[in-house]
């Protein structure tokens, strides 16, 4: 399978979210996770990028999502890999190796 690089987004703020006070802040799962794809998929690259959802960029698709977080109540930090909601909250690691594995990243040995 050949690999397509992935764009991720950790949609979240400077608040933490109220039901995720015992958690890291948005920006801070968003340096680790960063940093922990970085390990596990070396030289295999991905755009990944924190979205602040009280004040997102300009794209329309990430303004509607940051919209949606808001509205829908959602815990975040909220990823998201290609579109698909992969972890809320308290992401985990193995759901977004997974699913980087189903767009043919390679863990390394």
Same mark, same amino acid.
């Given at each position: 399978? %050949? #690999?397509?690089? =992935?764009?991720?987004c =950790?949609?979240g703020?400077?608040?933490l979210c109220?039901s995720? +006070?015992?958690?890291?802040?948005? !920006? %801070? /799962?968003?340096?680790?996770?960063e $940093?922990?794809?970085?390990? @596990?998929?070396?030289?295999?690259?991905?755009?990944?990028?924190?979205?602040d959802i009280f004040d997102?960029?300009?794209? &329309? &698709? @990430? @303004?509607?999502? $940051?919209t949606? =977080?808001? %509205? &829908?109540?959602?815990?975040?930090? +909220? +990823? =998201?890999? &290609?579109? $698909?909601i992969v972890?809320e909250?308290?992401?985990?690691? #193995? /759901?977004?190796? *997974?699913?980087?594995? !189903?767009y043919?990243?390679? *863990?390394?040995?």
């Amino acid at each position: 399978m %050949e #690999k397509q690089k =992935v764009e991720i987004c =950790v949609y979240g703020a400077e608040v933490l979210c109220p039901s995720c +006070v015992n958690l890291p802040s948005s !920006k %801070e /799962t968003f340096e680790w996770l960063e $940093a922990a794809l970085s390990r @596990k998929f070396p030289n295999q690259p991905f755009d990944i990028s924190h979205i602040d959802i009280f004040d997102p960029p300009g794209d &329309e &698709e @990430k @303004k509607t999502f $940051a919209t949606r =977080v808001i %509205e &829908e109540d959602m815990f975040y930090p +909220v +990823v =998201v890999l &290609e579109g $698909a909601i992969v972890g809320e909250g308290s992401p985990k690691l #193995k /759901t977004i190796y *997974a699913e980087m594995e !189903k767009y043919g990243y390679k *863990a390394a040995e």
